[in-house]
Every structure is written in structure tokens, then in C-alpha cells.
Nanobody, 123 residues
Framework: QVQLVESGGGLVQPGGSLSLSCAASGNIFSIDRMGWSRQAPGKQRELVATVSRGGRANYADSLKGRFTISRDDAKNTVYLQMNSLKPEGTAVYFC?????????????????WGPGTLFTVSS
């Protein structure tokens, strides 16, 4: 079993900062790309940022300069630092990862999603 668990949600005022983390656990051989997506109330899920195993990051155009994604491979954890938050940033944030497992000498790579964590940007 492999799972991702996000943490760090809550309430933050506009203009504030918040950091989310997401830890992968289970029978993990390696993790390739990791990322964050979000789903605001009444809207479709959208990509926030991704980071490759080598640390190359990509961001949604609207979030560049305010959000920073990073990872700690020793901890199988991905982070999202969010600054200058706006009310439209209110959403459930999901992490995901491409995880390679090897069971009975059989490799399998799959994309795993966390259950999501909610944070609200409001005064």
C-alpha cells in the first residue's frame, strides 16, 4: 500500500503565507514527479505546480512568483510554500506523485493522490 497525506491547511488572511506538506509512505522504491493541484468551490481541479526528481519546478502561470514547490526525497515529502495569498486561493489542495513500487520483483509505476487539505483565505 502506498499513500499520500497532506498537512498544513487552515485559515489564513489575505496577503498572508502558508506552507503545505505532503508525505508519501508505504512500499516505495522511488518517486518521480510530485505535484500539487487545487479545487476551488464550484470549479474544476487545476494544476498548481510540479517538481521533477531532479528538482525542476513548473508552475501555473498565475501563481509564478508567489508559490514555491520543493521536495525532500529522503523524507518522500513535497512542500508548497504560498505567499501573498488571495481569497481566490481558497480551495482543497491535493498532492500527487508518480511512485514506483517493486513487489515480487515486479515493478509498477502509478500516480497516487492524497485526500486533500482545505485552506481558506479570508479576513
Amino acid at each position: 500500500q502506498v499513500q499520500l497525506v497532506e498537512s498544513g491547511g487552515g485559515l489564513v488572511q489575505p496577503g498572508g503565507s502558508l506552507s503545505l506538506s505532503c508525505a508519501a509512505s508505504g512500499n516505495i522504491f522511488s518517486i518521480d514527479r510530485m505535484g500539487w493541484s487545487r479545487q476551488a468551490p464550484g470549479k474544476q481541479r487545476e494544476l498548481v505546480a510540479t517538481v521533477s526528481r531532479g528538482g525542476r519546478a513548473n508552475y501555473a502561470d498565475s501563481l509564478k512568483g508567489r508559490f514555491t514547490i520543493s521536495r525532500d526525497d529522503a523524507k518522500n515529502t513535497v512542500y508548497l510554500q504560498m505567499n501573498s495569498l488571495k481569497p481566490e486561493g481558497t480551495a482543497v489542495y491535493f498532492c500527487n506523485a508518480q511512485i514506483l513500487t517493486i513487489t515480487a520483483n515486479v515493478p509498477r509505476e502509478r500516480e497516487v493522490w492524497g485526500p486533500g487539505t482545505l485552506f481558506t483565505v479570508s479576513s
